[in-house]
C-alpha cells in the first residue's frame, strides 16, 4: 500500500489557481507558524521566542498524538489536490514541517544568544492566534478532532507551562 493517495487532482490553469492553492494551505496551524518563523529569522518580527517555543511544542504535542496514536494517517484538501500521507511519509512530513523547524528556532535563538522572556507579544499571539484559527477554521475537518477536545489539550498545555513557569520564579526567589 502507498505511503501517498492522491485522491482528487485538478492542474492549476491559471496563476490565481496557484494563489487559491497557496492560500488555502493557510487553513493549517503550522502554516501560520511557518510564516511567523520565517517573518521572526528575517528579523521582520522579534521578541517572540516564547511564544515561537511553546506553540512549537504544543503542535508537536498534537501532531504526535493524531499522527502516531489516533488516525495514523493525514488528509489534506488544497484548492485543487487532496492527499492522503501515511506510514514513513507521514513520518517524513512530520519532521519536516513541525520538528526541523523547532529545531531551526531554536539553534537561532541559541546562536544568537536571545533571551526567551514572557512578554506581551508572546501572551497575545499565544491566546489570540489558537483562538483566531479555532473560530476560523473546523478542526474536525483539517485534523480530525473536535475542536473542544482542541481546546481542552491547549488549556491544560498552558496550564503546564503557568506552573512550570511559576515552578521555575519560585525556585529562583
Known amino acids: 500500500m502507498s505511503d501517498l493517495t492522491i485522491t482528487r487532482f485538478e492542474p492549476a490553469k491559471s496563476l ?12 493549517y496551524f503550522t502554516i501560520w507558524i511557518l510564516l511567523l518563523d520565517f517573518l521572526y529569522l528575517t528579523q521582520k518580527i522579534q521578541n517572540i521566542e516564547f511564544f515561537l517555543i511553546i506553540v512549537h511544542v504544543f ?10 496514536f489516533k488516525i495514523k494517517e493525514f488528509k489534506t484538501y488544497t484548492y485543487s489536490i487532496d492527499l492522503n500521507f501515511k506510514g514513513k511519509l ?47 477554521f473546523n478542526t474536525k475537518k483539517i485534523y480530525q478532532t473536535e475542536k473542544e477536545t482542541v481546546v481542552l489539550q491547549y488549556s491544560l498545555f498552558l496550564i503546564l507551562v503557568a506552573i512550570i513557569i511559576k515552578l521555575k520564579f519560585s525556585v529562583r526567589k
Do not use: A
Not at 507521514?90 to 531551526?104: E, G, R
Not at 526567551?116 to 507579544?121: A, P, V
Open 16 to 27: 490565481l489557481d496557484v494563489k487559491l492553492n497557496i492560500v488555502s494551505l493557510f487553513k
Open 90 to 136: 507521514l513520518l517524513l512530513l512530520d519532521l519536516v514541517f513541525h520538528y526541523l523547524p523547532f529545531l531551526i528556532i531554536l539553534f537561532y535563538i541559541v546562536r544568537n544568544k536571545k533571551k526567551i522572556n514572557i512578554n506581551r507579544e508572546s501572551i497575545f499571539l499565544i491566546i489570540f492566534l489558537p483562538v483566531l484559527h479555532g473560530i476560523c
Open 59 to 68: 503542535i508537536i504535542l498534537i501532531c504526535f498524538q493524531v499522527f502516531y
